[in-house]
């Protein structure tokens, strides 16, 4: 971004005289991100690429046998688990244990029991883990992760409430995405 560009991404008077509960940033360089945390008119709560960041994974997540998951991964790798380090987890895990349940190794029976109603996975999460039959979406709870590096919340959140499933509030439903998958 050219300081030239920069001048007309005031936040302070972008916000002015505008009503909002939170500034949602979406930014892949990361750089503009930085300076949203307290730059708007009124304070609000900034999530996306800065303040509250959505993620898969993270090493402060400190309930649900998610410390004993981060420390085997630390000590195996020398590194803290990352999202993209537990989606190839939470993924060879379910399809082992998807195979260990119905005892059979044909893909069309995998396939059948993991868009079926059995299927329940720990993910550490709490919250036993399925996809959605509609989009194969794999139904999670998100970390949300504060600005000092540190779990602050989880998703869904209490005052979001779905019939079948909480999980559902989270991500597209069927009505929302032009992705329909054939049978």
Known sequence: MTPRVRD??????????????????????GEFALGVPNATMNPAIVSG???????AWHWSYLRHGAPQLNGRFERMNNRR???????????????????????????????EYLKGPDLQ????????????KTTNQLRQTILLISSNNWTTKVAPLEEFTD??????????SYNQTECKLEE
């Open 81 to 111: 688990m990352e999202s993209k380090d537990w989606a190839a987890w939470i993924s060879i895990k379910t399809i082992v244990e998807s195979v260990l349940r119905i005892q059979n190794i044909s893909n069309k029976n995998i396939i």
């Open 121 to 132: 996975v720990d993910g550490s999460k709490g919250i036993g883990l399925n996809f959605k």
């Open 49 to 55: 690429s800065a303040g509250l960041i959505a993620k």
């Open 8 to 29: 007309k991404n005031n936040l302070f008077y972008l916000t002015k005289g505008k009503k909002y509960n939170n500034v949602f940033i979406s930014d892949t360089d």
């Open 163 to 172: 019939s079948e499933n909480n999980l559902n509030t989270l991500g597209l």
